[in-house]
């Protein structure tokens, strides 16, 4: 089905200057040549399941052979809708570049992955940009033995930014990466880690067979000198179960209790040293609350509107680098004994909400 066919499938008008921005740019890269695309029959504004308008899946040899997919539908396509005259919608479309594995067709299953990173951010509001990254908490291909579980974000190599009649946008490529990867990234930053690993994933195509790069001695022995000298990029941890509360004590004074979960435990440990000894704060971010750390020269807590700040000083974030472990328990912080750290089991959950694992 062309281009024409599925915005009539999709109840489209013929004239869409930002649909026609984007195979601006793509022609660019890819002069006479017919792309697979796959449409929504029913628009998401009219009550469509799917986000985007489409996804182009262009045939490539080099640098190594892959499908490169284009979304159609994060930017104004069709009329400008926003406020916003500089940018065209959330500003970015995303593209995937994912390893050819002798089919004949693009994987539909990529197609799917990007709808559902488009119903994200269409529900939340959220877009993405390079430097972002993102757990799902699983292999990002369903029902597939592959070490794939997470994605971090970049500009896609080859496509600039673009100008449309609705304003300003660029290309944000997915990156397929693994878990232990991720954990790099959060304590690093994704743009090091992908520089670093440039050579290994040309063009950053997505492998779903490759191993970790990290099982590399020497890959892994310059990532960890990278974070040690330029700390942690990662501003914000979100914990499901983040709570806090206030214990009174007339004659000690008070001190507080801070709940986190097991899975992130670790996590939290190595940022906390790439943020806070780099002079950065870091923030974590519950349902309902927020704990701001921040580096001091002396150990302190206060109440604020939103949640709580913890001001802590070297000793006591090596301290507590040192005891945050994935294992359920609770310590009060020699370096600073107004505050006692609770860590709970973390139950993982199945799309249908059972429990399939548990840490701690």
């Known amino acids: 089905m062309n281009e024409d066919e599925q915005?009539?499938?999709?109840?489209?008008?013929?004239?869409?200057?930002?649909?026609?921005?984007?195979?601006?740019?793509?022609?660019?890269?890819?002069?006479?040549?017919?792309?697979?695309?796959?449409?929504?029959?029913?628009?998401?504004?009219?009550?469509?399941?799917?986000p985007l308008d489409g996804v182009?899946?262009?045939?490539?040899?080099?640098?190594?052979p892959h499908w490169h997919y284009v979304t159609y539908g994060f930017t104004e396509l069709h009329e400008k809708e926003s406020k916003t005259t500089q940018v065209s919608g959330f500003g970015f479309e995303l593209t995937l570049r994912l390893a050819r594995e002798g089919e004949d067709q693009p994987p539909v299953w990529a197609i799917n992955f990007l709808q559902n990173l488009a119903r994200y951010v269409f529900s939340s509001g959220h877009g993405?940009?390079?430097?972002?990254?993102?757990?799902?908490?699983?292999?990002?291909?369903?029902?597939?033995?592959?070490?794939?579980?997470?994605?971090?974000?970049?500009?896609?190599?080859?496509l600039g930014p673009v100008r449309s009649p609705f304003g300003e946008f660029r290309f944000v490529q997915v990156i397929g990466i693994t878990a232990d990867e991720l954990d790099?990234?959060?304590?690093?930053?994704?743009?090091?880690?992908?520089?670093l690993a440039r050579?290994?994933?040309?063009?950053?195509?997505?492998?779903?067979?490759?191993?970790?790069?990290?099982?590399?001695?020497?890959?892994?022995?310059?990532?960890?000198?990278?974070?040690?000298?330029?700390?942690?990029?990662?501003?914000?941890?979100?914990?499901?179960?983040l709570v806090w509360e206030e214990q009174r004590n007339?004659?000690?004074?008070?001190?507080?209790?801070?709940q986190l979960g097991a899975n992130q435990a670790e996590s939290l440990a190595r940022i906390l040293t790439g943020r806070l000894m780099h002079d950065r704060s870091?923030?974590?971010?519950?349902?309902?609350?927020?704990?701001?750390?921040?580096?001091d020269l002396q150990n302190r807590i206060a109440e604020v509107q939103d949640g709580l700040h913890l001001y802590l000083n070297a000793d006591a974030v090596a301290e507590l680098s040192r005891r945050l472990v994935a294992q359920e328990g609770q310590f009060r912080l020699e370096t600073m004994n107004t505050l006692t750290i609770r860590?709970?089991?973390t139950l993982l959950r199945d799309p249908d909400g059972n429990v399939v694992d548990t840490i701690g």
């Open 343 to 345: 860590i709970v089991k």
């Open 128 to 158: 993405f940009q390079p430097g972002h990254h993102l757990d799902a908490n699983g292999p990002i291909e369903a029902d597939r033995d592959t070490p794939i579980t997470a994605v971090a974000f970049v500009e896609d190599p080859e």
């Open 250 to 258: 007339l004659l000690k004074g008070n001190s507080y209790v801070l």
């Open 184 to 195: 790099l990234i959060k304590v690093w930053n994704v743009r090091s880690f992908l520089e």
């Open 7 to 50: 915005r009539g499938a999709a109840g489209e008008q013929a004239e869409s200057p930002g649909w026609d921005a984007i195979n601006g740019a793509l022609s660019a890269i890819y002069p006479d040549v017919e792309p697979f695309h796959y449409g929504t029959m029913i628009a998401y504004r009219l009550g469509g399941p799917d």
């Open 199 to 241: 050579t290994r994933l040309p063009l950053y195509v997505t492998d779903m067979a490759r191993a970790s790069l990290l099982q590399g001695d020497e890959l892994r022995a310059a990532a960890e000198l990278g974070v040690r000298t330029e700390g942690s990029s990662t501003g914000h941890l979100y914990f499901e179960s």
């Open 56 to 64: 182009s899946v262009y045939k490539r040899e080099e640098p190594i």
């Open 282 to 295: 870091l923030t974590l971010i519950g349902s309902d609350t927020e704990v701001m750390m921040i580096p």
